[in-house]
């Protein structure tokens, strides 16, 4: 044998023997793949995102202007509290409520949610009863009709200071009636506060004339009723001395202003004869002690006491004098 041609066969080239050339690597992504967003992440199913306004009693529309959570209002709604219900309990009874939210679903309450939801409760409960006092208004028999409304109006223009009491009695009787029904006011609202467990104001202060004018009272003059206050006292005191003065003012034909300033000296006399307490008549009497006593009467009291004090005491030291 040839070794040249055994030589050549053993090293003879086979194309078929060669790799295959690797794969080219994938192109990079490019600078814009890069910045895209990546893809939405799918979120759990929240039953009570889906539930309908309605399903949480009325909640959700009580508590939205007041930063309560939503799952806040739907964990009071499964405790099975409603607007109504909430309305009707106390600042006590709140906060025992959200308590128990606490402990059973531990959920921590913000403190601004603690304070929103007694604030919304507030709000509602004053909503409530503007309406209820409108509804009053419309259903109620002790407002005055037309023709007592005219008096008002005849009545109100002859208090003024300077214009002549003209002696008609329809004018000051119904400034003494407007008296009366502050103290109906006052019952109202102390019945009102009764019920919701708040304290009952026992004298006619600015609450009783706001709710006054809530129910269409709005010809009550606070500053005309404080203003004559001394004068209905002394009507209830002693009204027949009150209408001896009020024949003996129309006689002359002098204004309502001085009849006014002429009230307070029977009622210094009657405060004489009783120890000067001036403070203790109005609150023994069951119609002047839901009003407060006016701080000239009080002052007029204290002065003439200590005139008729230093009076006894210079009788008495003259009395021992030499001749």
Known sequence: MDPDAFTASLFKWDPRTVLPPAPAPPPRP??????????????????????????LGGLEELFQAYGIRYYTAAKIAELGFTVSTLVDMKDEELDDMMNSLSQIFRWDLLVGERYGIKAAVRAERRR??????????????NLLSTDTTTNA???LSQEDPGEVARGKKNGLDYLFHLYEQCREFLMQVQAIAKDR??????????????????????????????HYVHCYALHCLDEEVSNELRRAFKERGENVGAWRQA?????VAIAARQGWDIDAIFNAHPRLSIWYVPTKLRQLCHAERNSVSASSSVSAGSAHLPF
């Open 153 to 155: 109006l005849d009545a």
């Open 197 to 226: 467990g708040e304290k009952c104001p026992t004298k006619v202060t600015n609450q009783v004339f706001r709710y006054a004018k809530k129910a269409g009272a709005s010809y009550i003059n606070k500053p005309k009723m404080r």
């Open 30 to 55: 490019s600078l814009l793949e890069y910045a895209m967003a990546p893809p939405p992440v799918t979120t759990a199913f929240h039953p009570a995102r889906t539930a309908a306004p309605r399903e």
């Open 263 to 267: 009230c307070y000296k029977p009622l």
């Open 128 to 141: 409530v009863e503007d309406d209820d006092i409108k509804r009053r208004n419309n259903n109620s028999n």
